[in-house]
């Protein structure tokens, strides 16, 4: 077993990883599940993300195109036309911010590396555009999330089938970060993509066998945030998942995630803390 990575070269801005950390999503979309058409303004926009850094976000995760199971794709002049001028005055307001962006695409993830983007979040894996990982390695110091998903946001959630949904998460992992380094990529996130092509089944599973991806010594997202596998068990809505969500954010964190990617900061932050104190009081050969 080797020492996970612990700290990430964004861009040359070092975050540290001994704690876990938040990354705050920002959808500047119309159409995505929970907060779709919200931040439809530079004012919204702007506030929202001062809002997440003062509760404690490290990261923006900026998307302009919804990943909802059954979502319309999006050309990549409109995904650029949406990202780049929102991006732009995220990097000019708060500047010491880490912008991550939210694209599959290799073109769009150059061109906002370009304007200050300092992390890419990739819900393909690499899958659906064959330039990303060179585009990646070719950045430098862009660190890079690697997410799992079967299909595409148009069938993903079209029946889909597991022998193992856990080994073959971490097989998809094992061939991808194989790939990753041999082009130089340093720094490479994993998100076993809860919801993408998963039942609610496959969901929990994945949850509660989380550490085994630690064996590749790469740090693990959790993007588990108000996510149907919580509203749709409880027989709620979206609106009212942020309970659900917390109380997976401790298994995750239990699990060992380094990172999770969240609506709601501020329970996150909080959720956290607990953590970390409860973390005090355990034995580390309780934790898995």
């Excluded at 909802?68 to 995904?79: M, N, T, W, Y």
């Excluded at 496959?202 to 010594?217: P, V």
Aim: hydrophobic content about 40%; charged content about 25%; aromatic content about 6%.
């Amino acid at each position: 077993m080797f020492n996970p990575h612990l700290t990430l070269n964004c861009a040359g801005q070092l975050v540290s990883l001994e704690e876990p950390i938040i990354m705050g999503i920002l959808n500047v979309t119309p159409d995505s599940f929970f907060d779709g058409g919200r931040y439809d303004s530079d004012k919204k926009i702007l506030e929202q993300v001062e809002k997440m850094l003062v509760e404690g976000a490290e990261i923006i995760d900026v998307g302009a195109m919804s990943s909802r199971p059954g979502a319309e794709d999006l050309s990549p002049k409109d995904e650029a036309s949406r990202l780049l001028p929102v991006l732009k005055k995220i990097a000019k307001e708060f500047p010491q911010a880490i912008i991550s962006i939210d694209t599959f695409r290799a073109e769009t993830a150059r061109q906002c590396a370009q304007e200050g983007a300092r992390m890419i979040n990739d819900i393909s894996g690499g899958e659906m555009d064959a330039k990303m990982f060179e585009t990646i390695a070719e950045l430098k110091d862009i660190p890079y999330v690697l997410m799992h998903m079967k299909g595409t946001p148009q069938t993903m959630q079209t029946n889909p089938e597991y022998v193992d949904v856990s080994l073959e998460v971490l097989d998809f992992f094992i061939e991808k970060t194989k790939q990753l380094v041999s082009l130089g990529v340093k720094d490479v996130i994993l998100d076993p993509g809860f919801g993408f092509g998963k039942t609610i089944d496959h969901n929990y599973e994945l949850l509660q066998k989380m550490h085994i991806f630690k064996m590749l010594d790469w740090p693990m997202l959790a993007g588990i945030s108000r996510k149907s596998m919580i509203y749709k068990l409880l027989d709620v809505t979206a609106d009212e998942a942020v309970n659900g969500t917390t109380a997976l954010h401790m298994i995750a964190l239990r699990e060992g995630a380094k990172i999770l990617r969240v609506h709601d900061v501020a329970p996150a932050k909080e959720t956290i803390q607990l953590f970390l104190q409860l973390n005090k009081h355990i034995p580390k050969s309780e934790f898995i």
